[in-house]
């Protein structure tokens, strides 16, 4: 059973920093893509920011130079560093990783439960 957790969200006032984390765990055999999503009250979900296939990495208009994304890979974790936040970034944050797995052997997407991030003053 593969699983992802992310961790980190909380309430931060405009201009403030987050730091999420998503681990996966489980059996698997491989990583295509692990990123993040996000979805605000009312809206549809969104790309964030995303490791690719071929190792580059795809940002959201509205994270460019705001958010960075990182991982380690022996830990199978990927980090969304959020910087100058601004409240237009409240949503809740998933993980999404496409896995190799058993039964899945070109891959399946999975998603974590999601965390909370709000942005006020």
């Known amino acids: 059973q593969v699983q992802l957790v992310e961790s980190g969200g909380g309430l931060v006032q405009p201009g403030g920093s987050l730091r999420l984390s998503c681990a996966a765990s489980?059996?698997?055999?491989?990583?295509?893509?692990m990123g993040w999503y996000r979805q605000a009250p009312g809206k549809q979900r969104e790309l964030v920011a995303i490791?690719?296939?071929?190792?580059?990495?795809n940002y959201a208009d509205s994270a460019k130079g705001r958010f960075t994304i990182s991982r380690d890979n022996a830990k199978n974790t990927v980090y969304l560093q959020m910087n100058s936040l601004k409240p237009e970034d409240t949503a809740v944050y998933y993980c999404?990783?496409?896995?190799?797995?058993?039964?899945?052997?070109?891959?399946?997407?999975?998603w974590g439960k999601g965390t909370l991030v709000t942005v006020s003053s």
């Open positions: 490791f690719t296939s071929g190792d580059s990495v």
């Open positions: 999404n990783a496409n896995l190799v797995a058993p039964g899945n052997y070109f891959g399946a997407d999975y």
């Open positions: 489980g059996r698997f055999f491989s990583i295509n893509t």
